[in-house]
């Protein structure tokens, strides 16, 4: 109890010296407050290791500050003292945040126990806390983070990318952070010197799409004034991003050809060739396989751009990244940042990891955007998830089928478990112990409910 700094909240004078004197001799710093108002005022200007809160009090009730302090002051415990002891009032108080119940008179030892015992539980939660954040390190790569074995393969395929010159090309969905893989793979290489410039392909028609990739020279057109440096060259030294790849025209593909085989430019209104040194990476939210079957992209630019695919995972496929996700969120938002919002409730997390995220990471990171925005303590405490898609069920993801809602709900939740466990244990070959971890649960409740649904992990070996 050394060091410890504890706030008594009391109207009586007499019990606030008791209190003192009582964990003085234990070498802690204690500050009295007579009344609610008193209390926050203490703890907005410092913080304390724990708060005695005395349940009745003249203008706000002890119940009601305990209730305020777990919403901005999450991290410190409470503990009510009073003189109206009764089951329900302890009942009350634990619901209200309370980490204990001590009634008056009280003696020394019983009130330096409960102290201690709470103080040293909330110590082991911040280790925790702590060690989570060193587990944050742990799965971190290049600014993105996972523990999904999927994305760290990729994690390794980038930085075996990040050594040499190949064309690559990165699928996945929208938000899944197809930009951010491929700043990973210039940032990470021997081309990290030179620029990173990225287009958005989709953003510009095709005649000023070709202006912007390839510049222009004076008089080239109406308005050239003066001659412009294309993104092609800009990227010269450095990499080339063409993101929606699958919307440039078959006209500018077969342009591109160009740049992607001999590495030379010519600008409009200019007739002579520039040599360019570049490295390309594009990406796509499409089936390019099935755009060069309709006729929709070249087949010889598609095989120029896919030298070395790189499928991104959709957030619903690596669920167990959400915590690690967040917490990264928390770091690196400024608004949390500056109201030193670090954590959230499992509560929380739980919610998050029962969506099946349509939008990806960059719908979660709007979602907790606006929880920060709303956030009044230092741990989000309210959380708005989007509506489900249609078609989709919220939490597993699993499609409705016109005939799936008429069964009963035990049923329909038999079957939706039954899924989701074959779908866990293929993902990860059968491996009890890993598939375990993913679904939160220990290894023999894994093993009871692939029994009940008649699964062997043979079947999903290999």
Not at 321 to 331: E, S
Not at 429 to 455: P, Q
Request: negative net charge; charged residues 30%.
């Amino acid at each position: 109890m050394e060091n410890a700094r504890i706030l008594v909240v009391d109207d009586d004078p007499l019990i606030c010296r008791q209190m003192e004197d009582l964990f003085r001799e234990r070498n802690a710093t204690v500050e009295c407050a007579g009344t609610a108002r008193e209390a926050l005022e203490l703890l907005e200007d410092s913080a304390f290791s724990l708060a005695l809160v005395d349940l009745k009090m003249p203008g706000s009730d002890g119940l009601s500050l305990t209730t305020e302090v777990g919403e901005r002051w999450p991290d410190m415990p409470v503990i009510i003292v009073t003189g109206y002891a009764s089951i329900k009032g302890a009942v009350e108080a634990m619901r209200h945040g309370a980490e204990d119940y001590i009634t008056k008179p009280f003696e020394r030892e019983d009130i330096l126990l409960a102290a201690e015992k709470v103080m040293e539980k909330r110590k082991l939660i911040n280790e925790i806390s702590y060690l989570r954040g060193q587990l944050s390190e742990r799965f971190s790569f290049a600014n993105m983070i996972s523990r999904n074995p999927v994305m760290h393969e990729l994690f390794e395929t980038v930085e075996s990318l990040a050594h040499n010159d190949a064309t690559v090309l990165i699928s996945g969905e929208s938000g899944t952070g197809k930009e951010l893989i491929a700043r990973a793979i210039h940032y990470q290489g021997r081309r990290k010197e030179g620029r990173f410039v990225a287009i958005n392909c989709a953003a510009f028609p095709e005649t000023l799409l070709e202006s912007e990739l390839f510049g222009y020279e004076r008089g080239a057109f109406t308005g050239a004034v003066a001659d412009r440096v294309g993104k092609v060259e800009l990227s010269s030294g450095g990499t080339l991003f063409l993101d929606e790849v699958e919307s440039i025209s078959l006209a500018m593909q077969l342009k591109l050809l160009r740049v992607l085989e001999q590495r030379e430019i010519e600008k409009l209104g200019g007739n002579r060739l520039l040599k360019v040194d570049l490295r390309v990476i594009t990406a796509t939210n499409q089936n390019l396989d099935q755009m060069v079957e309709r006729g929709e992209m070249r087949e010889d630019f598609f095989y120029r751009i896919n030298v070395v695919p790189v499928d991104l995972p959709p957030l619903r496929d690596r669920i167990e990244d959400v915590p690690l996700l967040v917490a990264d969120l928390l770091k690196s938002n400024p608004i949390a940042v500056e109201r030193k919002i670090k954590s959230t409730s499992n509560k929380i997390l739980r919610e998050l990891m029962s969506y099946h995220w349509p939008g990806n990471i960059r719908e979660l990171r709007n979602v907790v955007e606006r929880a920060i925005i709303k956030c009044r303590g230092t741990a989000l405490s309210e959380i708005d998830i989007p509506s489900s898609a249609p078609g989709k069920l919220r939490g597993a993801g699993v499609q409705a089928a016109s005939g799936a809602l008429r069964l009963p709900l035990k049923e329909y939740l038999r079957r939706a478990e039954r899924e989701y466990l074959e779908s866990l244990l293929s993902r990860n070959a059968g491996a009890i112990a890993v598939s375990a971890g993913y679904a939160m649960i220990d290894a023999a409740t894994l093993h009871r409910k692939m029994k009940s649904h008649g699964l062997r992990r043979e079947e999903f070996r290999g």
